[in-house]
């Protein structure tokens, strides 16, 4: 599969679609193979494969901890794309205002965990800060079968003390 350059997105501000077109060189690239990728230290990682007709099919899984730049509190989330279509992703950021910025972003569904592909666990959404993070256990790659597995702990996303064990894979 190939990634293909990103179209001019005039609905983010005329200023930065006005900054595209000024850097544009007018050369139009050819797509970047998509890869599979980790990033053990922000907890993140893409598997591809393809379907049983050949679409490419990507997961991406996110582990690493809820005090990161433009933080959401989504550990142990996944996104799943199989050909042109995107099944299950993040939800992007909210209404950018004052409280998505300060004390009370967390209030916001687009930044707290209840916007999220995660559970609540014992009636918690997760956690805000470095101390509530999630461990990407585990990333294979079975060159016989073909099969790729993802595995994350994330149990310690959460403010839940009798809680000793979250996964997925």
Do not use: C
């Not at 901890?65 to 794309?81: M, V």
């Not at 079975?142 to 959460?158: E, L, P, Q, V």
Request: glycine share 10%.
């Amino acid at each position: 599969a190939l990634a293909e350059p990103a179209p001019l997105a005039p609905s983010y501000g005329v200023s930065m679609a006005l900054r595209d077109l000024l850097w544009w060189d007018g050369d139009r690239r050819e797509g970047t193979p998509i890869e599979d990728v980790t990033l053990p230290a922000s907890g993140i990682a893409r598997l591809t494969s393809s379907t049983a007709d050949g679409s490419p099919l990507i997961v991406v899984v996110k582990a690493g901890h809820n005090a990161e730049n433009h933080n959401h509190n989504d550990i142990g989330s996944f996104t799943l794309r199989v050909a042109d279509e995107t099944f299950l992703t993040d939800p992007g950021p909210g209404h950018y205002d004052r409280d998505y910025f300060a004390e009370r972003r967390y209030e916001n569904i687009f930044a707290n965990s209840f916007g999220h592909g995660v559970p609540r666990i014992s009636g918690h959404l997760q956690g805000t800060g470095r101390d509530y993070a999630g461990t990407l256990l585990a990333v294979k790659s079975d060159r016989t079968t073909g099969r790729k597995t993802a595995a994350i702990d994330f149990a310690s996303a959460y403010p839940a003390a009798a809680l000793a064990s979250a996964r997925r894979s």
